[in-house]
């Protein structure tokens, strides 16, 4: 949890739970984990269409739906053309009982 403090003012990406992907300033934390973000941006990968970049402004993520978050680095981050980033299809899964 300390290890959040050196982010704090820094641009992060975090990916939530539900896969979402979200660019922003990080303003502030607590002990569970909910994260403040300024100038946040959600990018949106999909296989077929450019990714789309949705603009969110200040935003609260709560702790539970946290899966990662980690430092931009700003020099790759700009060198990257986004309209052009493509994802790719994930196989399907199996279930077995």
Not at 28 to 34: R, V
Request: aromatic residues 4%; charged residues 25%.
């Amino acid at each position: 949890m300390s290890s959040l403090a050196g982010f704090v003012e820094k641009q992060v990406v975090v990916i939530t739970t539900d896969g979402r992907m979200l660019v922003g300033k990080l303003m502030g934390f607590d002990q569970t984990t909910n994260l403040i973000l300024a100038e946040t941006q959600e990018r949106v990968i999909t296989p077929d269409e450019p990714t789309e970049t949705i603009e969110m402004g200040l935003y609260l993520i709560r702790g539970d739906t946290v899966a990662v978050c980690g430092l931009v680095d700003e020099e790759l981050e700009k060198d990257i053309e986004w309209t052009k980033v493509r994802g790719s299809r994930l196989i399907s899964t199996k279930h077995t009982t």
